[in-house]
Every structure is written in structure tokens, then in C-alpha cells.
């Protein structure tokens, strides 16, 4: 690559503002945007050193499209490289979610908004079905992973066992099955191939050798863990001794803090463990109202887990704790934001030195493949929960013998939800439409039949 000139820092956070602000369609979308941009056009890097990196970030809890992102800024320009380039990345959806934040929580209840939000819904909830299906053919390769995914969506559907537990078993299962020798554990998880065009890392600026500036340096690694532990954790421990563990930004700052630590396998799993607690547990928000903040994510640019801002926002909005609601919702929103990613730069700038001395590790692998299967089942439970609550107004809860069981009042049915509902999945899987084109059609059909008066 002789002929290419390495790209300046200013030149890559032009790159970096770009994919900013065309990553729409959740993390599939993102990670072939990237990859397009990265390994296809620009030829930063190839096929197998955006595979090893896309692997890790799979590995870590948190939204992996923008820790790749995060990756391969470190891989290029070191420590501000990869904190511009995760920035970049986040920053158009923390302004576009932010601003329909404020005109949900000011005028969501006015007919034409609330129309828009229900048409909304069903797009939503046919786009995380599509997710169970793209995920499964993936990960679902053999009968182990089919009983694990299993058993993970009757432990958190039937059972409400926490979403990091499951998780963890996954990765147990996984690991100590590939040590042991099981087939069942062998032969690659994670992603295959991600663009249509394969490129080598010898053709590319990187090449096949990893940058000097990417060896272990523990006392680099320990002195940067300082940093962003700072940053991270010390906002939470000042809330707590301000404010005391009951206030409503203590709780959100616990709450999103541990999603942090606690949540693996992409956005739609953790918004599983989200719709669980926030919804459920803290009573921020109802379950459409979650359904509303997907649809959001869904159609700005950054990633999907942005969703929790909204949910961040809408929390301290209802407890505003003396402060007006519009202001208390926007700090719960930018408090959501910074707890929820600054501990991303952790993760990679603390892990990936060593993780680049690890190309290809089976154990690594095993457990990705156990965890993604393990998802599998936890989005369907999250495509569960949410189609009751679409197409049902009322939901009851059986709780006998260990189980907690949500199950619909039939006639309670929302028939014009559901038609919406069948019109979507028909667009996704027959039609093959994009995100984007089912959610505005579904968010203008809303609209119709309100204007019908068929809602």
C-alpha cells in the first residue's frame, strides 16, 4: 500500500463524522456500514483484523457496533483516535434522541403524535422478530445451542431470572464445553463474513502486523483504566452522597451503570434486560412507552442502545426532585448517555492490547457462540413481551409454582395493532424492506387509521 498515504486525525474524524451520521438500522446495519467504509473504500484495515476486533467487542458488554468503532480509532490513531471516533459515533443520536425526548414528554398525548408512536410499534416489534430469525440462523448451528437458547428464554420469560445471569452461564457453558472437547463447541460463532467484498490485511494501511503502539504496556493500561474509572464512576458516587440511593438520578446512574458491566450479546438483549427492569422493576416508563423509545432508535443515526437515553429521560421527567421536568428529564437523559458508554472506552482501550495478541483463541469463541445462542433466546422473550403489549391492551400475570407468567386478556385485542402488526411482518419478510421504509410506513398508516378513527 505504498501508493495510499496514512490518513491524518483530521482526516479520519471527517470518516468518522460520516459514519456518524449515516449509522441507522441497529448494529447489523452499522457494522456493514463500517465495514464498507473502512475495509472496502478507505482499505484502513482487512477482512480477518475487522473480524478479531468486531469477535471482542461481541465479547463485551455494551453495544459492540460503537466499541468496533472505538477499536478500530485506537487501531489507527491511538488513544484520541479511538475516543474521537466513538464519540462521533454517539453524538447524532444523543442530539436526535434528546430533541423527540422533549416533544414526547411535552406532546406525546396530542392525537397526531400519539398516532405516529402507534404505527411506530408494530414496525418495531416485526424489526426484533427479524432480529430473533437473523440472530438464530447464526448462532443456532447444532441441538446445544437449540437447548440453549431455550432454556434462556424460559428462565427470563417463565422464570424472570436476570438477564447477566443467563448470560453468564452461556459463557460458562460454552467455554468449559469447548475445553472438554465437545463438538457441539467447535466451529466458530460470532460473525462470518460481513461485506461483499474480502479484503486481505496484507492490502491493506494496517497490513498483517499489528502497530507498534498497540503492545502491552500494563503501566499505560493501568494508569488509562484510572482515567476512565474516574470519569465513569466518580459522577455515580457523587450523586449517592448528594442525593442518597432513592433519588431518581442515584437510580439511574446505579441502574445504567450496571447494564453496563452486566449486559452482553448487542442492543437488542440489552434492551431485554432494560424493558425488564426500568419498565417492571422502577416504573419509569410503560411498556409501550418503551416500544415508542425503540421506535426512536430506530429511525436516528448511533446506536440502538441510545433507547436508554430516552428511557433515562422520561425517569427523571416523572420525578423531577424540585427541578422543572423538562430540565430534570434532559440531565436523567445526558446522565444515561455518559454512564452508559464511557465505560466502552474502558473496555477497549483496557482489553484490546491484549486481545490483539489473541487472532484466533477457541475458548474466546465457544463462549461467544454459547452467549449469542443464549440471546437468542432472550430477544425472543423480548419479541414476546413486547407483542403482547402491542397487539393486547390488557396483560395478566399468572404466578404459580416458580413461575411468573405474563399472558394476554383475548378480549382485550387491539385489532387495528394487530393488522399493523401483520402489515409490517409482511413488509420485513416478504417484501424484504429496509428498517427505515417499514417504520415510516407503519408510523403513516398509524396516523390513518387515528384520522379513521380505527385506533
Not at 483530521?10 to 448494529?27: C, D, N, V
Not at 460481513?194 to 503492545?215: C, F, I, M, N, Y
Not at 419479541?383 to 383475548?410: K, M, N, Q
Amino acid at each position: 500500500m505504498q501508493d495510499r498515504v496514512y490518513p491524518t486525525l483530521a482526516e479520519a474524524t471527517r470518516i468518522w463524522a460520516r459514519i456518524g451520521l449515516l449509522s441507522f438500522g441497529g448494529p447489523a446495519g452499522q457494522i456493514a456500514l463500517m465495514h464498507r467504509i473502512l475495509v472496502e473504500e478507505q482499505r484502513w484495515l482487512g477482512e480477518k483484523r475487522f473480524l478479531h476486533a468486531l469477535n471482542y467487542c461481541m465479547l463485551l458488554p455494551g453495544p459492540e457496533a460503537m466499541q468496533l468503532a472505538v477499536y478500530i480509532g485506537w487501531l489507527m490513531h491511538r488513544t484520541l483516535g479511538g475516543i474521537i471516533a466513538g464519540v462521533l459515533f454517539v453524538l447524532p443520536g444523543v442530539v436526535a434522541i434528546m430533541a423527540l425526548s422533549w416533544i414526547y414528554a411535552l406532546y406525546g398525548n396530542v392525537g397526531p403524535v400519539e398516532a405516529l408512536f402507534f404505527g411506530l410499534k408494530a414496525a418495531v416489534l416485526a424489526i426484533v422478530v427479524q432480529a430473533v430469525i437473523r440472530i438464530g440462523s447464526r448462532a443456532i448451528k447444532n441441538g446445544a445451542m437449540v437447548a440453549i437458547a431455550a432454556a434462556s428464554f424460559v428462565a427470563i420469560f417463565g422464570f424472570a431470572v436476570p438477564f447477566p445471569l443467563i448470560i453468564l452461564l452461556a459463557g460458562i457453558i460454552g467455554f468449559f464445553g469447548a475445553r472438554a472437547g465437545l463438538p457441539a463447541f467447535h466451529g466458530g460463532g460470532g460473525h462470518g463474513k460481513v461485506g461483499k467484498v474480502q479484503v486481505d490485511d496484507a492490502d491493506t494501511l494496517l497490513g498483517e502486523e499489528s502497530p507498534d503502539h498497540t503492545r502491552v504496556n500494563r503501566a499505560w493500561a493501568f494508569r488509562i483504566s484510572r482515567v476512565f474509572l474516574v470519569l465513569w464512576l466518580a459522577p455515580i458516587a457523587l450523586l449517592f452522597v448528594l442525593l442518597g440511593p432513592a433519588n431518581v438520578f442515584s437510580q439511574i446512574a446505579g441502574f445504567f451503570s450496571v447494564m453496563a458491566v452486566a449486559t452482553f450479546g448487542g442492543a437488542y438483549a440489552v434492551l431485554a434486560y432494560v424493558a425488564q427492569e426500568a419498565v417492571q422493576n422502577y416504573g419509569w416508563l410503560a411498556p409501550g412507552e418503551m416500544l415508542d423509545g425503540l421506535g426512536m432508535a430506530e429511525t436516528t443515526p448511533g446506536p440502538l442502545i441510545m433507547v436508554t437515553q430516552f428511557v433515562g429521560f422520561m425517569g427523571a421527567f416523572r420525578e423531577a426532585s424540585g427541578l422543572s421536568p423538562v430540565m430534570a428529564g434532559t440531565l436523567g437523559g445526558l446522565l444515561t448517555t455518559w454512564v452508559t458508554f464511557t465505560p466502552c472506552f474502558l473496555w477497549i482501550f483496557l482489553g484490546a492490547p491484549f486481545i490483539e495478541r489473541l487472532r484466533d483463541n477457541a475458548l474466546l469463541t465457544a463462549a461467544l457462540t454459547a452467549i449469542t445462542a443464549a440471546v437468542v433466546g432472550v430477544i425472543l422473550n423480548l419479541a414476546v413481551w413486547f407483542g403482547l403489549h402491542v397487539v393486547f391492551d390488557e396483560v395478566r400475570t399468572i404466578a404459580s409454582f416458580g413461575l411468573d407468567l405474563d399472558v394476554p386478556v383475548w378480549s382485550s385485542i387491539n385489532l387495528a395493532a394487530a393488522a399493523l402488526v401483520l402489515g409490517a411482518v409482511l413488509a420485513v419478510f416478504q417484501f424484504k424492506l429496509g428498517p427505515v421504509t417499514v417504520l415510516t410506513g407503519c408510523a403513516l398508516a398509524g396516523m390513518a387509521l387515528a384520522a379513521l378513527g380505527w385506533t
